[in-house]
């Protein structure tokens, strides 16, 4: 049987927006499927909107009235006549209502269906299913917190410090650490209001807080019967819970942890017969050599590349392929990792000023080339960073034998690379590619913050 021909899809919407919406593009292209992008008044002149075969208009800027209108993305894919469509991450990627609505048309959605988005998009679910599957959690709220009198209450039986979480959605969004009752009783009303504007569901839950954790996650693919791991990736250079800097593998796993880790996140994704791809996320404890499952993305992720440079395996086509109904053709035994790779997010923000936003045109962009060297970008020469959206401009990833290599590597592609005139966070990735901490891999998820309030970005580096 052929994968190649995308089964059954002929034509795909792209229901988001930046370099992930130029990635699907990339994607369904070599499988010969046309693509129609979606576009905001501010993004009509977009590199996706331009690469797509057809773009369909929205609504007006504001991701209220296009990218997260439900009603106003079904009608583009009923109007442009695409027999798929492809929601990237965020917006709404994890939204099972939305991909419920996709079915209902009788179009396919690219990712999981709507009962594993609505079982494993929400933590608390997710959290009740790993529990299931044996896999190990981070001791916590039983179900989702709708009061915070139920916040208090249960943050004095676990004790304090406590993470508050929004229980949909990801991205860092409505997260608070709190350490005290006082502060829980400030901080739950404001995790709340914020996970009800980003997610449209204000409910939260509580974990225990870990020092000193390092993030670890796991991309798998699954075809509804069959669940594959294509090992983890390293997360914990973060900075106001979001990514900055992803690796591949990570460095501080022992081999046996993480054999048991990866086969921990095929058990819980086949226990709900996943089909697409998605990531397990962990939180290693390197003092007590454990591991905890927080939460599942059941999409892709930024960082997906950097599994992709390891394994040789392109993500985003085997979830198009799967998605139009085709099997896995991988087993295990064929997944290999070789050398590592390293990923660093490019955004129009000013390091130099407390990491300002910095919208605006681009009317430079010098990309580094070679060996190694990939670079995802939503972004070329004469377009215009809008003000409204995530500040991603684009990724740059590179390979090595070995992770000196990818470093030496990375430094030198951050210094070939040039973006402007808007101001980019290209200078702290220039910084942190010389940190001997980070070089060394002592690193943590609280490890960037500390290092900046300590002045590891000088004025000069930021210069």
């Not at 000013?350 to 995802?376: K, Q, T, W, Y």
């Amino acid at each position: 049987m052929s994968r190649d021909a995308g089964r059954g899809i002929g034509k795909l919407l792209i229901a988001n927006r930046g370099e992930i919406a130029v990635r699907i593009i990339r994607a369904a292209r070599g499988l010969g499927i046309r693509t129609v992008q979606v576009v905001s008044e501010a993004d009509r002149g977009m590199l996706a909107a331009r690469m797509a075969d057809e773009a369909i208009v929205i609504g007006p800027a504001q991701s209220a009235k296009s990218y997260l209108n439900v009603e106003a993305v079904l009608a583009a894919l009923r109007e442009s006549g695409a027999d798929a469509l492809h929601p990237g991450y965020g917006f709404l990627s994890e939204n099972a209502g939305f991909a419920r609505a996709v079915t209902a048309m009788g179009r396919t959605f690219v990712g999981p269906d709507a009962d594993t988005i609505e079982r494993m998009g929400d933590k608390v679910n997710a959290r009740a299913a790993a529990i299931a599957a044996g896999v190990p959690v981070v001791p916590g709220s039983a179900g989702r917190i709708d009061d915070p009198a139920e916040a208090l209450a249960l943050a004095a039986s676990m004790g304090f410090p406590v993470m508050i979480k929004a229980a949909a959605g990801g991205g860092g969004r409505g997260i608070r650490v709190v350490r005290d009752a006082a502060e829980l009783a400030a901080a739950v009303p404001q995790a709340m209001a914020e996970a009800k504007a980003a997610f449209g569901d204000g409910g939260l839950y509580l974990e225990a807080y870990i020092e000193n954790a390092r993030h670890i996650e796991v991309q798998i693919l699954g075809d509804g019967e069959t669940v594959l791991h294509l090992y983890e990736r390293e997360c914990s250079l973060q900075r106001r819970r979001q990514k900055v800097w992803e690796e591949a593998p990570a460095t501080a796993l022992p081999p046996e942890t993480r054999e048991a880790l990866c086969a921990s996140a095929v058990r819980l994704a086949q226990s709900v017969a996943y089909r697409g791809a998605g990531t397990m996320e962990y939180l290693w404890d390197p003092q007590r050599r454990e591991f905890f499952f927080i939460e599942m993305n059941t999409r892709i992720q930024v960082e997906h590349p950097v599994t992709e440079m390891i394994t040789g395996i392109d993500l985003m086509r085997e979830m198009i392929l799967i998605a139009g109904g085709a099997k896995l053709a991988l087993s295990q035994q064929d997944i290999r990792r070789d050398g590592h790779a390293i990923e660093v997010r490019i955004n129009a923000e000013d390091p130099a000023r407390n990491f300002f936003p910095s919208p605006g045109p681009v009317h430079e962009m010098c990309l580094p080339e070679g060996e190694g060297i990939r670079c995802d970008m939503g972004f070329d020469p004469g377009s215009t960073v809008p003000p409204y959206y995530d500040s991603l401009i684009g990724k740059l990833i590179v390979k090595g034998e070995t992770r000196p290599q990818a470093i030496l590597r990375l430094r030198e592609a951050l210094e070939a690379m040039r973006i402007g005139p808007l101001p980019t966070t290209l200078p702290l990735h220039r910084a942190l590619a010389h940190d001997p901490e980070l070089v060394g891999g002592e690193v943590s998820t609280q490890w960037l913050e500390a290092w900046l309030a300590r002045g590891g970005l000088t004025a000069d580096a930021a210069g």
